[in-house]
């Protein structure tokens, strides 16, 4: 007698590979144009401060500071606001802000007319358009590729970012030595105008803006605020994060100082170091899709976190000659942490976000994330400023060591996966 087999439902078919996705590859082509220029800019502007307008230690620090800070001024509103409007319109204004803002530096050049004033202005304003790109890029990518899709297309992005450091800050170097800073600046400038035509190109339906009846700017900015602060998980990832921030800035801010004012080095080479932490990023990013389902998305945080911290105390070592390398190791191993910390932090946030509250979580973080980075660069500049630039720099080895410990001391300790839905 036979029987018959009871038939198994069939399986959910994987999702296609993102790279098959058109509008995917355009928007991915946007951000790397955009990303390039920016790591061109980030090499190539303060070593204008340094070589053309012979900034000291302090008005470097405060070049950092100004460009970062914009987060603290208008971070929250610029959430509240992007929740209100279609994503992909605010990331080609602010491209288009950013690109015309940056190019008035090389203009004013040719004519004999750059200061130090001109150059605070141009990196702030920049900054106010960089808000709103960098909390409309995150928003938009849930809508563009689903939320299943977000590990994936966040370690896509991380690893382009990570590419672009290290052909950008490398060129960025070199570009300043073969055709002075004004003009690698105005590299700069065409890569956000090429980012805003590839996103003009992007067709992906997003979903309607929802204002509940009887909502007001203050309230929402509340609201943000009250969903990343009543949730251990998510303070501790931004407790973590601004340690991080702060402590990298303090460092990355005084480099041009050392490299090329004590050191006497190139800055091409200045270039290619900063470049290091761009392959160490990208490691880290290719590797957080192996290391986080093994040990545990929470776990890899603190894990990897610990693992790397004695390492970032060679970056204050470096000297010339050989004595570059062991600072070589120690920032690639720092920035592969980044890495790692990058793509298991942001899918979580997004996943576990409400789309509705997407802008005003991400604004939210940034307010956070980057205003560290402005407090890092004041505090490099008072450092460097009365004790040297490699002072700042041990002040910053010593933040990067700690980093791991609010992840360690939160629920994220022994956390295997995203949860799903509302963040606990």
Same mark, same amino acid.
């Given at each position: 007698?036979?029987?018959?087999?009871?038939?198994?439902?069939?399986?959910?078919?994987?999702?296609?590979?993102?790279?098959?996705?058109?509008?995917?590859?355009?928007?991915?082509?946007?951000?790397?144009a955009?990303?390039?220029?920016?790591?061109?800019?980030y090499?190539?502007?303060?070593?204008?401060?340094?070589?053309?307008?012979?900034a000291?230690?302090?008005?470097?620090?405060?070049?950092?500071?100004?460009?970062?800070?914009?987060?603290?001024?208008?971070?929250?509103?610029?959430?509240?606001?992007?929740?209100?409007?279609?994503?992909?319109?605010?990331?080609?204004?602010?491209?288009?802000?950013?690109?015309?803002?940056?190019?008035?530096?090389?203009?004013?050049?040719?004519?004999?007319?750059?200061?130090?004033?001109?150059?605070?202005?141009?990196?702030?304003?920049?900054?106010?358009?960089?808000?709103?790109?960098?909390?409309?890029?995150?928003?938009?990518?849930?809508?563009?590729?689903?939320?299943?899709?977000?590990?994936?297309?966040? =370690?896509?992005?991380? @690893?382009?970012?990570? &590419?672009?450091? /290290? $052909?950008?800050? %490398? *060129?960025?170097?070199? +570009?300043?030595?073969?055709?002075?800073?004004?003009?690698?600046?105005?590299?700069?400038a065409?890569?956000?105008?090429?980012?805003?035509?590839w996103?003009?190109?992007?067709?992906?339906?997003?979903?309607?803006?929802?204002?509940?009846?009887?909502?007001?700017?203050?309230?929402?900015?509340?609201?943000?605020? =009250?969903?990343?602060? @009543?949730?251990?998980? &998510?303070?501790? /990832? $931004?407790?973590? %994060? *601004?340690?991080?921030? +702060?402590?990298?800035?303090?460092?990355?801010?005084?480099?041009?100082?050392?490299?090329?004012?004590?050191?006497?080095?190139?800055?091409g080479?200045l270039?290619?170091?900063?470049?290091?932490?761009?392959?160490?990023?990208?490691?880290?990013?290719?590797?957080?899709?192996?290391?986080?389902?093994?040990?545990?998305?929470?776990?890899?945080?603190?894990?990897?976190?610990?693992?790397? $911290?004695?390492?970032?105390?060679?970056?204050? +070592?470096?000297?010339?000659?050989?004595?570059?390398?062991?600072a070589?190791?120690?920032?690639?191993?720092?920035?592969?942490?980044?890495?790692?910390?990058?793509?298991?932090?942001?899918?979580?946030?997004?996943?576990?976000?409400?789309?509705?509250?997407?802008?005003?979580?991400?604004?939210t973080?940034?307010?956070?994330?980057?205003?560290?980075?402005?407090?890092?660069?004041?505090? $490099?500049?008072?450092?460097?400023?009365?004790?040297?630039?490699?002072?700042?720099?041990?002040?910053?080895a010593?933040?990067?060591?700690?980093?791991?410990?609010?992840?360690?001391?939160?629920?994220?300790?022994?956390?295997?996966?995203w949860?799903?839905?509302?963040?606990?």
């Open positions: 007698m036979t029987t018959l087999e009871t038939p198994r439902e069939a399986e959910p078919a994987a999702p296609p590979p993102l790279m098959r996705d058109r509008q995917f590859r355009r928007f991915i082509t946007a951000a790397a955009g990303k390039l220029g920016t790591q061109i800019g090499v190539a502007i303060p070593l204008l401060a340094v070589t053309t307008l012979h000291d230690a302090g008005q470097v620090g405060l070049l950092a500071t100004l460009s970062t800070l914009s987060f603290l001024l208008i971070g929250l509103p610029a959430g509240a606001w992007v929740d209100r409007v279609r994503r992909r319109k605010v990331m080609i204004a602010a491209d288009l802000a950013r690109g015309l803002l940056l190019a008035s530096v090389p203009a004013t050049w040719l004519t004999g007319h750059l200061g130090i004033g001109q150059l605070y202005a141009v990196v702030l304003l920049t900054g106010v358009a960089t808000v709103f790109a960098d909390v409309g890029q995150q928003s938009f990518l849930p809508a563009l590729v689903g939320r299943e899709q977000l590990p994936a297309a966040n =370690a896509t992005l991380v @690893g382009m970012d990570a &590419l672009n450091q /290290i $052909a950008g800050r %490398s *060129a960025g170097g070199f +570009l300043v030595q073969l055709i002075s800073a004004p003009a690698a600046i105005l590299v700069n065409c890569g956000y105008l090429w980012s805003a035509a996103l003009t190109a992007v067709r992906k339906p997003e979903p309607a803006p929802v204002r509940k009846p009887g909502q007001n700017l203050a309230k929402e900015i509340r609201e943000g605020l =009250a969903f990343v602060a @009543g949730r251990p998980v &998510l303070r501790a /990832i $931004a407790l973590a %994060s *601004a340690c991080n921030n +702060l402590s990298i800035q303090v460092s990355v801010t005084m480099l041009p100082v050392l490299f090329v004012h004590d050191l006497g080095l190139s800055e080479v270039g290619l170091y900063l470049a290091v932490g761009g392959l160490g990023v990208l490691l880290g990013s290719r590797a957080a899709k192996r290391i986080g389902p093994r040990l545990g998305q929470g776990r890899t945080l603190w894990i990897v976190g610990l693992v790397v $911290a004695p390492f970032g105390f060679l970056v204050p +070592l470096a000297s010339s000659g050989w004595g570059l390398w062991p070589v190791l120690g920032w690639l191993l720092t920035t592969f942490r980044v890495g790692v910390n990058n793509v298991i932090q942001v899918s979580f946030r997004q996943r576990c976000t409400p789309d509705v509250l997407l802008g005003r979580m991400n604004a973080m940034r307010f956070v994330l980057t205003g560290a980075l402005a407090i890092g660069s004041a505090l $490099a500049g008072a450092i460097g400023e009365f004790d040297g630039a490699r002072a700042a720099l041990w002040a910053g010593i933040g990067l060591a700690l980093v791991w410990i609010p992840i360690y001391l939160s629920p994220l300790r022994t956390m295997r996966d949860p799903e839905g509302e963040a606990q």
